[in-house]
């Protein structure tokens, strides 16, 4: 609900602080005072565009405040929160415009942009008259409304989760059909890429511990060839045959040389004897180093044979060779896939087939209770049109196919016919003047449940109307205001009469220039208005005890 309005320096508007209260506000005053100036003021806090020339002159700046009052759960609620915004009960939306035009808006004194404001305004106030382009006019909210005024809410919401069970469903059926033609494109490498996997079948961890048994096998293999060698210097083509050769030619040295030589050669041949047992000694050790080295020649070629080939099926599939595990089993599922691919897709159609039947048989129902509902609202306008001399104009709720969706597959939209034998249109091109607010008036009597929390406003709403008929605008605007905040610019007295709540708006001319006031009315003061707009500029007492007639209703 709206619960003031401060304006400062917009147009004729010097300075104007109104306080609004629940039920109906009336606005009156003579023609020209600025009443409209007040309508577009508070527009432009809702963050729709400004005239050129809003500033006051001599002014540099202007600048519009309006305070809200919000109830637990307001649709506003979630502007706010996606804004980083808390209300806390109050939303207090805030305007200003410079001398050249630029703009500033302010929501609880966050400065924000224009466009928060308007989405703000969607859920806070309508605005009838100089802004019919929002509110009921807009036709992306007929659905809405009429699914309110059906009380199909629940249907509704049924329609959503089967809407997303169907597009979940359309979802894994695009899955299963996208995996199956990306595993029968690569059908024949799958198969021999598995096959080559599985040949070889590497393990995790196997290609470095196959390495470090490589370096241990060429390392004993490297060990062994200098033990040959070394065991070969050993052998009777070595030092042993030269000691034994050396050993025999002593010997046949001392025969021929006698007893003396034998003598003197003893030593040397012991020597040699001894040096041929050291080296017998030394040819054991070796060989059994050797037979401990155990190094099998042909390990070290299966070895390196097996990594290599490792190694090898890593880079061609460009993965690391502890991943190849990993990647053959993601190559078998692939290939399992496109095996089992044709049964799954016919699962996953199966499926989304359900959910559409299932989608279209809930959807269908919420086109039954809207078209039935549809011909409820036109019945119940037929009856509203006639007492707002409306008698020849004809409301029809057009519900017509549309794209499945969310919502269900019904485009709703509000037309109306304002001649016999007319075809119905849209609201906003085939009202003018004041049919549009008259239409709009019963249409929001009609839909009352929507006013909740709502400010609603309508600009002379009764144009070109009087007696009777303006009394029963008055009255449908007192039944509107029992559920919804209503503010209505009016040169009805009837109108006025209905009021709960009555400014005056009137244009003072002075030293300073010309200004726009607002004052609010009390009883007797709202006597006198009333008076005066039946009476004009002489108030005759006929006149004060009409306006007391129709005060009392």
Known sequence: MLQ??????????????????PGLNVLTGETGAGKS??????????????????????????EVEAVFG???????????????????????????VSADGRATAFVNDRRVAAETLRMLADGLVEIHGQHDERGLLDPRGHRMLLDAFAGAEGLVAEVRTAWSALRAAEAAL???????????????????????????????????????RRRALQAAAQVGEDLAAAAG?????????????????????TVRGGDALEEMLRAPMDAVTRALAELAEAERGLADCMAALDADPGELELVEERLFAIRGLARKHGVAPDDLPVLAVELRARLEALDAG????????????????????????????????????DARMSEELPPLKLESARF??????????????????????????????PISRVASGGELSRLMLALKVCLTGRGEGLT????????????????????????????????????SPQVAARGAHHWLVGKTVDRSGVRTDILRLDARAREAEIARMLAGDTVTEEARAAARALMAG
Do not use: C
């Open 4 to 21: 003031s309005l401060r304006i400062r320096n917009l147009a004729l508007i010097e300075a104007v602080d109104m306080r609004f209260e």
């Open 37 to 62: 100036i007040l309508l577009d003021a508070l527009a432009f806090a809702l963050g729709w565009r400004g005239r050129a020339g809003m500033v006051r002159p001599g002014a540099e700046r202007g």
């Open 70 to 96: 919000l109830d637990p759960g307001h649709a506003a609620e979630a502007v706010l929160e996606a804004a980083g915004i808390t209300a806390e009960g109050e939303l207090i939306l805030r305007r200003t």
């Open 174 to 212: 695009a899955a299963a059909q996208d995996a199956f033609a990306a595993a029968a494109r690569d059908a024949d490498y799958l198969r021999h890429a598995v096959a080559e996997l599985d040949a070889l079948d590497p393990q995790p961890g196997e290609e470095p511990e196959l390495d470090a």
């Open 233 to 253: 210097a050993f052998s009777p083509d070595g030092a042993e045959g030269v000691l034994l050769d050396a050993l025999k030619r002593l010997e046949a040295a």
């Open 342 to 377: 044709e049964e799954a897709i016919g699962a996953r159609e199966a499926e989304r087939a359900a959910a559409e039947a299932h989608y279209r048989a809930v959807a269908g129902r919420l086109g039954e209770a809207r078209r039935a509902a549809a011909a409820r609202l």
């Open 396 to 425: 029809v709720t057009e519900v017509a196919d549309a794209e499945p969706g969310p919502e269900g597959m019904d485009q709703v939209t509000f037309t109306v016919a304002t001649g016999r034998g007319l075809p119905p249109g």
């Open 456 to 491: 609603i406003v309508f600009d002379e709403i009764d144009r070109g109307i009087g007696g009777a008929t303006a009394d029963a605008v008055g009255r449908r605007l007192s039944q509107l205001a029992e559920t919804a905040q209503v503010l209505v610019v009016t040169h």
